[in-house]
């Protein structure tokens, strides 16, 4: 299973998402610290739950952040993410 969906599994799991689009952007990062030669190290996270409402954009990170704790201690280096609540502006 790659990195991009074990992440995809656990967020699924813990937040059950109405939309989650995970998207690998190592390849524009190749030859940069951090950057692994195999890719699946950078990763942008658009994701909207309702787990999110009444939660600011740090405490939603953080909850993301503790979520994929394992990806991000072992080979994600980079993750960018886009956390709202249903019904809000993107």
Same mark, same amino acid.
């Given at each position: 299973? *790659? &990195?991009? =969906?074990?992440?995809?599994? %656990? /967020?699924?799991?813990a937040l059950s998402p109405e939309e989650l689009t995970?998207?690998d952007e190592s390849h /524009? !990062?190749?030859? !940069?610290?951090?950057? $692994?030669?195999?890719?699946? *190290? !950078?990763?942008?996270? $658009?994701? &909207? *739950? #309702? #787990?999110?409402?009444? %939660?600011?954009? &740090?405490?939603? !990170?953080?909850?993301?952040? =503790?979520?994929?704790?394992? =990806?991000? %201690?072992?080979? &994600?280096?980079? /993750?960018?993410? %886009?956390?709202?609540?249903?019904?809000?502006?993107?």
């Amino acid at each position: 299973m *790659s &990195v991009r =969906e074990k992440m995809e599994d %656990k /967020l699924n799991g813990a937040l059950s998402p109405e939309e989650l689009t995970i998207t690998d952007e190592s390849h /524009l !990062h190749a030859g !940069h610290g951090g950057a $692994h030669p195999d890719g699946e *190290s !950078h990763f942008r996270i $658009h994701i &909207v *739950s #309702a #787990a999110f409402e009444g %939660k600011s954009r &740090v405490e939603r !990170h953080r909850m993301i952040n =503790e979520i994929l704790a394992e =990806e991000l %201690k072992a080979r &994600v280096h980079a /993750l960018a993410v %886009k956390a709202y609540a249903p019904g809000e502006g993107r």
